[in-house]
């Protein structure tokens, strides 16, 4: 997932987390899922994934 420079600040990465967790939501009544996993590049990111509610885990739950 990724916006270009020219486009961010508009709320497209949001708009488009949302779209992916609707569809995930869709598929998961039919196969189901247990988690999504994201792995953000860098802090500004993992910010922004805590934003909208994801959680660390594991490893990179330390590296915080």
Known sequence: LGVAWAWQGR???TDLVGHAMRRIA???EA???AYVIVQPLDSGLRGFYDRLGFRAFGPARRAQ
Do not use: F, M
Request: charged share 0%; no cysteine.
């Open 11 to 13: 709320g497209l990465a």
């Open 26 to 28: 869709v598929v998961a």
């Open 31 to 33: 196969v189901g899922v």
